[in-house]
């Protein structure tokens, strides 16, 4: 099983930008995939984005464009950038991992993934 520490969470005015980091240990980093959800109050826990260990990507709709998502295999780290946030954007981030090898566009279901950080707060204010 994979531990999974998420930082960088934080307060940030619209149209700011934060950078979320979730390092991995406790398990060999590839080739898993890694992924962003999130969380808002009163609302389910939503796909973000995800990266497999070839480097392919899937975004949501709602942050493509402003967020970039990168891993670091050397460091077992990957990395969220957040640029042009919105209020709408505020939730808790969770980092989370995934055993299966998948196809991208399956990247987003929420029941392919093993392991889960504990989740980091982004505030942006309006």
């Known amino acids: 099983q994979a531990q999974l520490v998420e930082s960088g969470g934080g307060l940030v005015q619209a149209g700011g930008s934060l950078r979320l980091s979730c390092a991995s240990s406790?398990?060999?980093?590839?080739?898993?995939?890694m992924a962003w959800f999130r969380q808002a109050p009163g609302k389910e826990r939503e796909f973000v984005v995800a990266?497999?260990?070839?480097?392919?990507?899937n975004y949501a709709d709602s942050v493509k464009g402003r967020f970039t998502i990168s891993r670091d295999n050397a460091k077992s780290t990957v990395y969220l950038q957040m640029n042009s946030l919105k209020p709408e954007d505020t939730a808790v981030y969770y980092c989370?991992?995934?055993?299966?090898?998948?196809?991208?566009?399956?990247?987003?279901?929420?029941?392919?993934?093993?392991?889960w950080g504990q989740g980091t707060q982004v505030t942006v204010s309006s």
């Open positions: 990266i497999s260990s070839g480097a392919i990507t």
């Open positions: 406790g398990r060999t980093f590839n080739p898993y995939i």
């Open positions: 989370a991992t995934s055993t299966k090898f998948l196809r991208s566009t399956d990247f987003g279901g929420i029941e392919h993934y093993d392991d």
